[in-house]
Nanobody
């Protein structure tokens, strides 16, 4: 059974940093793409970043480029999202997701597995 467990969320002031972790278990993820999404109250879930587990290739949503970095640790089966220079508009529940594809996709419906989410709140 596939499990994705996020951690690392919290409350931070604008300009601060947080690192989210997504621990994956239940299968080999070598041919998967791992994505981070976020959902603010009253808004649709939106793409943040994605990484190919096999190639390490990455892709980011424009508003987080240069501030967020997605990475992976193969030995720990964990994907990270380092978030720097946080802004109040980054406040949302952040979700980790796994897509059974070697291609990078930004569409939530393409993803097969989801974590439970972790809250990130950025105060001004």
């Amino acid at each position: 059974q596939v499990q994705l467990v996020e951690s690392g969320g919290g409350l931070v002031q604008a300009g601060g940093s947080l690192r989210l972790s997504c621990a994956a278990s239940g299968r080999t993820f070598s041919n998967y793409a791992m994505g981070w999404f976020r959902q603010a109250p009253g808004k649709e879930r939106e793409f943040v970043a994605v990484i190919s587990w096999s190639s390490g290739n990455t892709y980011y949503e424009d508003s987080v480029k240069g501030r967020f970095t997605i990475s992976k640790d193969n030995a720990k089966n964990t994907v990270y999202l380092q978030m720097n220079s946080l802004k109040p508009e980054d406040t949302a529940v952040y979700f980790c997701a796994a897509d059974r594809s070697i291609f990078l996709t930004t569409t939530p419906t393409e993803y097969d597995y989801w974590g439970q989410g972790t809250q990130v709140t950025v105060s001004s």
